[in-house]
C-alpha cells in the first residue's frame, strides 16, 4: 500500500518561501508520479506540479514560482514555493499515481493514494 505524509506548511508573508515534503512509503520510482494540489476554501481542487521520474510539470499560473525537487534515496518530494501570494494559500496535498506527467498531471481524478494535506497560510 502506497502512503504519502505531507509536511512543511505554515505562515509565511507575501513575497515569502515555503518548502513543502512529501514523504512516500511503497513508492518506486519509474512506475509512479507524484503530484502536487492545493484546495483553497471556496475553490476548485488544483493541480500545481508533477514528477515522475523524467518529467516536470508546473501550472501555468505559477508562474515559474515553484520547484521540485527530490531525493530519490528517501523516496520524498520536495516542493519549493518562493514569492507566495495572497492566491496561494489552501491545503496542499501530495498524491500518487501510476503513470508518468507527460499526461494527467493536474488531474486530480487520476490520483490514486493521497496524504492528509499540509496548510499553508499567506498573510502579514
Keep these: 500500500q502506497l502512503q504519502l505524509v505531507e509536511s512543511g506548511g505554515g505562515l509565511v508573508q ?6 513543502l515534503s512529501c514523504a512516500t512509503s511503497g513508492f518506486t520510482w519509474g512506475i509512479y508520479a507524484i503530484g ?21 510539470r508546473h501550472a501555468e499560473v505559477l508562474e515559474g514560482r515553484f520547484t521540485l525537487t527530490r531525493d530519490s534515496a528517501n523516496n520524498t518530494v520536495f516542493l519549493q514555493m518562493r514569492a507566495l501570494r495572497p492566491e496561494d494559500p489552501g491545503v496542499y496535498y501530495c498524491a500518487a499515481r501510476r503513470g ?16 492528509q494535506g499540509t496548510q499553508v497560510t499567506v498573510s502579514s
Excluded: D, Q, T
Design 100 to 115: 508518468s506527467c507527460s499526461e494527467h498531471a493536474h488531474e486530480a481524478s487520476a490520483y490514486r493514494y493521497w496524504g
Design 14 to 19: 507575501p513575497g515569502g518561501s515555503l518548502r
Design 36 to 56: 502536487w494540489f492545493r484546495h483553497a476554501p471556496g475553490k476548485e481542487r488544483e493541480g500545481v506540479s508533477c514528477i515522475s521520474n523524467y518529467v516536470i
